[in-house]
C-alpha cells in the first residue's frame, strides 16, 4: 500500500492487493474508490458489483463495504475528510462553494446510486484523466501543488453528481415517460439557495402552468405538495451542514433560506422530532462512540 499524501486531511492511497482482507465496513466521511487494474466483486450494503479497470464507487458513511477480488487488483482510494471540506471552505478558491454544493447533493441522493455512479462512457473516460491527473498532481509535491489538487478534487465531485443526477433522470424517464415530476424537483433541487425562484408563481412560469394546475399535478405525481418537498429538501440540506460544517445555526438558517434561527429550529423541530442544535450534539456523540 502507497499513501501518496494525507495534507489538509485529504488522503489518496494506491493499494495493490491479491486478496482483499477487511471485512465489511464503514467510513467516517466521503471515500471515492476508483479501480487501476483487476477484477472481482465490489459488495455495498449487501449488493453485489463487478468491478473491473475503470470502475469507480463513492461510499458515504452509511455504505458498508468489502471486496472479493478475482484477479490482482489495484486501487486508487480517495478519502475526502471533514476536515478537508472545513478547511476548503475557509479558503478563497472559488470551487469551495461548489465542493459544498456537490457535496449536499451527492450525501442527499447517495442511495440512488446503484453501485457506479459514473457509467455513460464518455464521462468515465473523462473520470479516468481526472484521476489521473489528481494522483499525478498528489505525488509531485502536494503541498506546493494544494490549490491545484482542491481544483480536481472539486471538478471529481462535480462530475459524480452530475452523473448521478443524470442516471436518476434517465432511470424516472424511463418508468415515467412524459412525466414532468422529476424536472420541477430538480428545478427545486437546482434553485434551492434562491428562494424567490422557489416561490410557486416563479416554478410554474418556468413550466408554462398555472399555479393550481402545477400543484395538483406535483400532488398527483408524488403524494406531497410542492412547499413539502421544497421544505423537506431544505432540511435535508440542513441535516448536512449540521453533520459536516463548523457553520453556526443562525447561519445555516441563513444560507438555506430560513427566516432566522428560530423559524429553522420550529420546522426541524417538526419534521425531525428535535432542535438543530440537540441533531448535532447527537450526531457528535455518535461519532465520538464510533471511534
Known amino acids: 500500500m502507497i499513501t501518496l499524501s494525507t495534507h489538509q486531511a485529504l488522503d489518496l492511497t494506491i493499494y495493490e492487493v491479491d486478496e482483499w482482507e477487511l471485512p465489511a465496513h464503514r467510513h467516517q466521511f466521503l471515500e471515492i474508490i476508483y479501480v487501476l487494474k483487476g477484477r472481482g466483486t465490489h459488495t455495498i450494503n449487501s449488493n453485489g458489483y463487478s468491478y473491473g479497470p475503470g470502475s469507480l464507487y463513492l461510499l458515504t458513511p452509511h455504505d458498508a463495504h468489502t471486496f472479493v477480488v478475482h484477479e490482482p487488483s489495484r486501487f486508487c482510494i480517495l478519502v475526502v475528510t471533514e476536515l478537508y471540506v472545513r478547511n476548503s471552505a475557509r479558503s478563497s478558491a472559488s470551487d469551495a462553494g461548489s465542493m459544498h454544493k456537490q457535496l449536499e447533493y451527492i450525501f442527499l441522493n447517495h442511495n440512488q446510486t446503484n453501485g457506479e455512479p459514473v457509467r455513460q462512457p464518455a ?6 484523466q481526472l484521476m489521473h491527473r489528481l494522483m499525478a498532481e498528489v505525488e509531485q509535491q502536494p503541498v506546493l501543488h494544494e490549490a491545484m489538487v482542491q481544483h480536481l478534487v472539486a471538478l471529481l465531485l462535480h462530475q459524480v453528481a452530475r452523473a448521478i443526477q ?3 433522470r434517465l432511470e424516472f424517464t424511463v418508468a415515467h415517460p412524459q412525466n414532468l415530476a422529476y424536472d420541477i424537483s430538480s428545478y427545486i433541487q437546482q434553485h434551492i439557495y434562491d428562494n424567490d425562484k422557489l416561490r410557486l408563481e416563479a416554478i410554474a412560469e418556468a413550466f408554462y402552468k398555472s399555479k393550481t394546475t402545477l400543484s395538483q399535478y406535483f400532488k398527483t405525481q408524488t403524494g406531497e405538495t410542492i412547499k413539502d418537498y421544497i421544505l423537506s429538501y431544505k432540511l435535508n440540506l440542513v441535516k448536512a451542514r ?13 444560507e438555506v433560506g430560513f427566516t432566522d434561527e428560530s423559524h429553522l429550529n420550529k420546522a426541524f423541530r ?9 441533531f448535532r450534539r447527537r450526531h457528535r456523540q455518535e461519532k465520538l462512540v464510533g471511534n
Open 270 to 278: 417538526q419534521r425531525v422530532g428535535s432542535t438543530a442544535t440537540e
Open 166 to 168: 443524470e442516471n436518476n
Open 242 to 254: 449540521l453533520q459536516f460544517s463548523d457553520l453556526t445555526i443562525s447561519q445555516i438558517a441563513d
Open 123 to 128: 464521462d468515465r473516460q473523462w473520470m479516468q
